[in-house]
């Protein structure tokens, strides 16, 4: 196992060969805001859908009587709120498109 010396030895020579040029690794793009948010509106989608899955099948246990009725009322909330909260952001969204599309060119 290297010894302290040997690991800040092998850092200034890592440092050395990136200051030459030598074996850098390769940098990858950075994304865009407009694909971090797009990731971010795909992510909540994907959870409120899986939400919404799971608040079926419990209700459908609830049914049968397999399922606490207390875990049935909170998956049913929770994807109540799921819903409300992706159609408030896609209000807003189509709101700020409206906004940008009056804007005097």
């Not at 608040?55 to 049913?76: C, F, H, P, Y």
């Amino acid at each position: 196992m290297p010894g302290p010396v040997q690991n800040a030895a092998n850092a200034i020579n890592a440092y050395n060969r990136v200051l030459k040029g030598e074996n850098t690794p390769a940098v990858r793009e950075p994304k865009s805001e407009a694909g971090e948010f797009a990731d971010l509106v795909k992510g909540a989608i994907r959870e409120a859908i899986a939400i919404g899955k799971r608040s079926e099948k419990l209700s459908i246990a609830g049914i049968q009587e397999r399922a606490d009725l207390n875990q049935v009322v909170t998956a049913i909330s929770e994807a109540e709120t799921a819903l409300q909260t992706v159609v408030a952001v896609r209000d807003k969204l189509i709101d700020s498109y409206k906004e940008i599309m009056r804007m005097p060119m």
